[in-house]
């Protein structure tokens, strides 16, 4: 398995499939447990991430590893990756196209992490995973299961940084994850 990864990453890290190999300095792949039961998913890697070389790095990542801890979920233990690999220049939503080209990496961490339960991180990620008729506003918080995987979409960490209703609402559905996590439904109800 550590041999699939280790391709993975060589892959990635020379990658220019899109456009947006010429603009970035390195891609970032993802970051943490490679047998996680959760996968967090975002747009694409900020500046921060791209010097870090993780996924979520600065305030947003604070305050999901935050959010995480305070719920009993260690957050090594969870696995966190990008629709796009790829900074984008001014920090700009990804082309389709370039979300196309890069889309076969997650499918591949998809593959080899095989996580029970998907949280979509703002609405791109969440319209690239979920389909394109899905709602953000009327439909985050809402699990749903595919392929035996249960998955959700709530706010992007850096949209609940500036706090208010955003992050309280990031907060209960992560409060809901931790509830399937712990052999519970979303709303704490035992399945
Ligand atoms: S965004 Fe994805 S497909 Fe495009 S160059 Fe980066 S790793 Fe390759």
Redesign the pocket.
Same mark, same amino acid.
């Given at each position: 398995m550590n041999g699939r990864w280790d391709s993975l990453h060589a892959e %990635?890290d020379s %990658? $220019? /499939? %899109?456009p947006? $190999?010429r603009s /970035?300095a390195a891609?970032v792949l993802g970051c943490g447990s490679r047998d996680a039961r959760m996968m967090m998913v975002g747009g694409h890697p900020s500046v921060a991430d791209e010097r870090r070389g993780r996924p979520f790095a600065g305030p947003p990542g604070r305050l999901l590893d935050l959010a995480l801890t305070s719920l009993g979920i260690a957050p090594g233990s969870v696995y966190m990756a990008n629709v796009?690999? @790829?900074r984008t220049p001014s920090d700009r939503d990804p082309f389709a196209e370039?979300a196309d $080209? @890069?889309l076969p990496?997650l499918r591949a961490q998809f593959t080899l992490v095989r996580p029970e339960i998907i949280v979509c991180l703002g609405e791109f990620a969440s319209k690239r995973l979920m389909g394109p008729d899905f709602s953000f506003h009327a439909d985050r918080g809402v699990w749903s299961e595919r392929k035996g995987v249960r998955m959700a979409a709530t706010f992007h960490p850096a949209d609940a940084v500036r706090g208010g209703s955003v992050k309280e609402a990031l907060w209960l559905d992560l409060k809901g994850a931790k509830a399937l996590l712990s052999g519970q439904g979303p709303g704490g109800q035992a399945k």
């Open positions: %990635c %990658c $220019s /499939r %899109c947006l $190999s /970035r891609p796009i690999k @790829c370039e $080209s @890069c990496y």
